[in-house]
């Protein structure tokens, strides 16, 4: 059984956020959750994060996903592993990995091949090193013949020592039962005064166990964020490497201006993506489909040759050679199905909208199941809230609604009905037949030209 500890006490202080550091996003992802996705796509049994500042705030964002550690004040890396010791004694028969919640990077890759050389090694311990141009700040890796003999803080190093490139990225793997033999000698006895978890190789080489580096080509793995120009740093690094993996996988970007791709999107070959678009959460976007210019979805799943253009949505399904836009809002559990329209100026919420149906012009459906071919005329508004309760409207396949209707929920319009322009629908309506609430109308000659006398002056003296 293999464990990942995932250290995210720290508070952040030159963010000035009320968030803990590790909460803060890159591309809309906490950095926590990149490095948890990371661990479990490295096929980690048991994932254990420390949290300490703003302990609750990571529990809420959590939810019982992973186990949690407490560490009540911030007494350094060491001390942190120390307070997930619980954790390790349940889990103590293979290896834990140690990772840093504020370094989004951290990739599966990177954490296997770390394995296989801790593993292959015998190890006790296998630090993750990358060579930095800039090592600054970094502990400083000190090799051996047949590893490494220390990891030396910026803050204790000697002039020598900080000339070395090689430099800790704050991951590790550790045999687990030699972790929980090393902590409780560890002292903080250095320039910090903290309990120093680097300090683990000295001791473990003193008691003659084997400590190894495992150096990783991905240089963005050690980079994390102190301040908020870090964080945006984070942001551009990430952005590119995501829209340069679509490009490898056939995607179409016409400029890259202002297009935010998160991480776990999903995007089929000769898909276009067009400026001023953000794909976010768990989006997915299918073959040959268009989205934006100017389009926001959040865990929307788009089918094969569909167009959204200027669409804002979130939660939402659009099927295949649908075409959404522009200017619509596609609110939570919305389900478009193939072929079908949706045009200027529509809200849709919580409906389903069948095959071919066609809702082209500033209208609102809510709670709504509306069947396939369904023609909605210009300002039709499903009236589903009377300020205390919400119901649904069902429309059959076939109808057509007339311009301007409200239909006041519940109410159910039968399939091939018909409702009259400007109708407001409180019955439902059967099969076939039409619905149509007017009063007759009024035609009063003259009466508009009277009233209308001085709007007609102002308007003859604006002429000249
Ligand atoms: C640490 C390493 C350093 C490495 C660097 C990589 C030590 C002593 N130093 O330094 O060798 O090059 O990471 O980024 O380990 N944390 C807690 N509780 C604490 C202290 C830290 O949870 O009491 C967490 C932080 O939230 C952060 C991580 O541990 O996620 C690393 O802590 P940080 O203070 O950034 O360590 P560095 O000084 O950068
Ligand atoms: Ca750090």
Redesign the pocket.
Known sequence: MNNAI???????KRMHSEK???LLEVLGKPMLEWVISACEDADIDNICI????GAEQIDEYLNNRHETAF?P????????VMCAAEFLKKNKSGHTFIA????PFTDAATIKSAYEHHVNNNAAVTVVTADLDNPH???RIIRTDDGISA?V??KDCSDSQRAIKE????CYWFNTEELLGALPKLTRNNA?G??????TISILLSEGKKACAFKTDNCDA?L?A?DRKGLLKLNDIARMRIIEKHLENGVEFVTTDSVVIAPDVVIGASAKILPGTMLMGKTVIGKNSVIGPNSRLTDVTVGENSVLDNVVAACAVVGSNASIGPFVQLRKDTVIKDYAHVGDFVEIKNSTIGEGTAVAHLTYVGDSDVGQNVNFGCGVVTVNYDGTNKARCTIGDNAFIGCNTNLIAPVKIGEAAYTAAGSTVTKDVPDGALAIERSALTIKPDYAKRKLTRHIEKGKRLKH
């Open positions: 995932i250290l995210a006490g720290g508070m952040g803990p550091k590790v420390v949290k300490g500042y560490q004040e911030r007494l350094g890396t060491g001390h942190a840093c919640g504020d370094a700040g970094y502990g990891i803080e910026e430099i800790s990225s704050g910090q903290e309990y120093y978890l680097t300090d050690v994390g102190n």
